[in-house]
């Protein structure tokens, strides 16, 4: 967490509107790369926790592909707000860094359901089988 405070710093509170949207597109960057290592974990490990207990035809797709881009918009649209709302609010050095925080947390959230709904039902698959 060190290393991401560092990178969410703010310099000054007495920021421009250019200034605060520059702050947050430069971290978008950061916020999309997490979002996407994220995702390309969760479909391993979702896919990996429903191997053998689901059984798909030919041409068939475990998850919805369009989902994926999407997703990744609605995710941008949302760090989106981040800044639209930082610029109507009294400016201060802890606004930004915690809207960040906030924000990827709550993506990270929505990325990780769907593999860990795949890993419960697993569990209890393997539970059920040994009792």
Not at 112 to 118: A, Q, R
Request: hydrophobic letters at 55%.
């Amino acid at each position: 967490m060190k290393y991401l405070d560092k990178l969410l710093q703010v310099k000054t509170e007495d920021r421009n509107f250019f200034q605060i949207i520059i702050w947050w597109e430069l971290r978008r960057i950061l916020y999309n790369i997490i979002v996407l290592i994220a995702g390309i974990l969760s479909i391993v490990i979702m896919l990996t926790a429903a191997s053998g207990r689901v059984h798909l035809e030919p041409g068939e797709d475990f998850y919805e592909p369009i989902m994926i881009p999407i997703f990744g918009f609605l995710c941008n649209v949302g760090y989106t707000l981040g800044w639209l709302t930082e610029v109507f609010i009294k400016r201060s050095l802890t606004y930004g860094p915690k809207m960040f925080k906030r924000g990827l947390y709550f993506t990270l959230f929505w990325v990780f359901l769907p593999s860990t709904i795949w890993v419960i039902i697993a569990i209890f698959d393997i539970v059920k089988k040994l009792f």
